[in-house]
């Protein structure tokens, strides 16, 4: 079975810019959630899709990130426009149970 | 605010060394603790702990959770090189949805 996959692995982008990372969950699972570590803190809780429907988005920084998931599928997570302090990695989990939730590789992205 | 703090930060043995890494935590509506291991990428699920008293194992790994004193513990037995990673716990808040990391330990096994 395939795990949750990220696409890119790394992005480096400049101040301003426009970045879209991608999740593709688990087949079959509908909770999807979105995680991010900045250098030297914690990983912290974005947001939670259930299906196609946002779940909890207390975790989103501000207005400049938005997080789709149409079509109950895989999600985007856009960063417009991007600050110097979104650099970090970007995690992206799913889960069929709640608390169960498998990890993909994380796109590192770093903002210059 | 959900808070969760794991000691040592960070920890060198060598191999075949037994090994204990402890997680606090206080989190608004408790379900479940997870523990997670991560090398390069992807934090790799262990555990996931819901009732006190009730050791997980598998293999040379074991866990187990108290949930009056709001703590868990990891158990490595006879470590081996390919165990060194950072090792997370994440208790899930039921109220959010949402698991809550601490800032990880580090681990490295030396030959």
């Known amino acids: 079975e395939a795990g949750v996959t990220q696409f890119p692995s790394h992005s480096v982008i400049e101040k301003g810019q426009t970045v879209t990372l991608r999740c593709d969950p688990i087949?079959?699972?509908?909770?999807l959630y979105w995680y991010r570590r900045v250098m030297g803190k914690e990983i912290k809780f974005l947001l939670h899709?259930?299906?196609?429907?946002?779940?909890?988005e207390s975790g989103m920084p501000n207005n400049r990130f938005l997080a789709e998931r149409t079509g109950g599928t895989y999600s985007t997570l856009k960063v417009q426009p991007a600050e110097l302090e979104d650099s970090g990695v970007y995690f992206c989990?799913?889960?069929?149970?709640?608390?169960?939730?498998?990890f993909g590789p994380g796109t590192r992205l770093t903002v210059l | 605010e959900d808070k969760v703090v794991q000691s040592p930060l960070s920890l060198v043995v060598h191999e075949g060394d037994t090994v204990t890494l402890n997680c606090s935590y206080e989190?608004?509506?408790?379900?479940?603790l997870l523990w997670y291991k991560q090398e390069k990428k992807a934090p790799t699920f262990l555990f996931m702990l819901?009732?006190?008293?009730i050791e997980k194992k598998s293999g040379r790994l074991s866990s187990i959770l108290d949930k009056k004193e709001l703590f868990s513990i990891l158990n490595i037995t006879a470590t081996q090189t390919g165990d060194s990673a950072v090792y997370l716990c994440?208790?899930?808040?039921?109220?959010?949805?949402?698991?809550?990391f601490g800032g990880g330990t580090r681990l490295m096994v030396k030959p």
């Open positions: 899709f259930v299906k196609e429907s946002k779940q909890d």
């Open positions: 989190v608004t509506n408790f379900r479940s």
């Open positions: 994440a208790p899930f808040d039921n109220a959010g949805n949402m698991l809550t």
């Open positions: 819901t009732s006190s008293g």
């Open positions: 087949s079959g699972h509908d909770n």
């Open positions: 989990a799913s889960s069929q149970v709640v608390d169960t939730q498998y």
